[in-house]
């Protein structure tokens, strides 16, 4: 079945760097796009950044962009996620989600909802 | 950027009722409008897609409706596993944004 695990949360100081990491299965990870969406707690959900099926092109968020970066290793079928100059405002769980859309071939299908989602991991950035 | 608008922000329903819920888009989002249903300590789920078609597995009593910037998410027969909070998101345009959501709790 398709799942998503991501690891790396942990508690760090203000400042300080942290990478995530998102391991896939159950489907042709090279052909879709990912996004990473977080969610301070208690809060809403804020969508965080994405990149596409081929790593050709990222997207991010303007509240993190310049300090967070997304990659993909399509031969570990693996996302990351790494987040530079942490701030408390960065303090979320941080969930990655598959894109809708499949690319093979050079032609798509679908479109940019997010299905499924990863069960999350916890970033506090306190000092 | 799109800011999404939901309301209420918690709807108190019986069990066996109806529920509306609304999203507003500050622009037009054409069709592109998903919501999701997210359970506490759980990670967010996909309901409807495309704002009126329904994932795999997603029961029929949930339905989705609007174009444009208005849209609802109705659940025409409310079960105990139904009370959750329910975010509706925007794909149209970059950065994609949610709602804040509707916390649907039983009444």
């Known amino acids: 079945q398709v799942q998503l695990v991501e690891s790396g949360g942990g508690v760090v100081q203000p400042g300080r760097s942290l990478r995530l990491s998102c391991a896939a299965s159950g489907f042709t990870f090279s052909s879709y796009g990912m996004h990473w969406v977080r969610q301070a707690p208690g809060k809403g959900l804020e969508w965080v950044t994405v990149?596409?099926?081929?790593?050709?092109?990222?997207y991010y968020a303007d509240s993190v962009k310049g300090r967070f970066t997304i990659s993909r290793d399509n031969s570990k079928n693996t996302l990351y996620l790494q987040m530079n100059s942490l701030r408390a405002e960065d303090t979320a769980v941080y969930y990655c989600?598959?894109?809708?859309?499949?690319?093979?071939?050079?032609?798509?299908?679908?479109?940019?909802?997010?299905?499924?989602w990863g069960q999350g991991t916890l970033v506090t950035v306190s000092s | 950027e799109i800011v999404m608008t939901q309301s209420p922000a918690t709807l108190s329903v019986s069990p066996g009722e109806r529920a509306t819920l609304s999203c507003r888009a500050s622009?037009?989002?054409?069709?592109?409008l998903a919501w999701y249903q997210q359970k506490p300590g759980q990670a967010p789920r996909l309901l409807i897609y495309?704002?009126?078609t329904r994932a795999t597995g997603i029961p029929a009593r949930f339905s989705g409706s609007g174009s444009g910037t208005e849209f609802t998410l109705t659940i025409s027969s409310l079960q105990s596993e139904d009370f959750a909070v329910y975010y509706c998101q925007q794909y149209n345009n970059w950065p994609y944004s949610f709602g804040q959501g509707t916390k649907l709790e039983i009444k």
């Open positions: 495309g704002a009126s």
């Open positions: 989600a598959r894109d809708g859309m499949e690319c093979s071939g050079g032609s798509c299908k679908g479109d940019n909802w997010f299905d499924p």
């Open positions: 622009q037009s989002v054409s069709s592109n």
């Open positions: 990149i596409w099926y081929d790593g050709s092109n990222k």
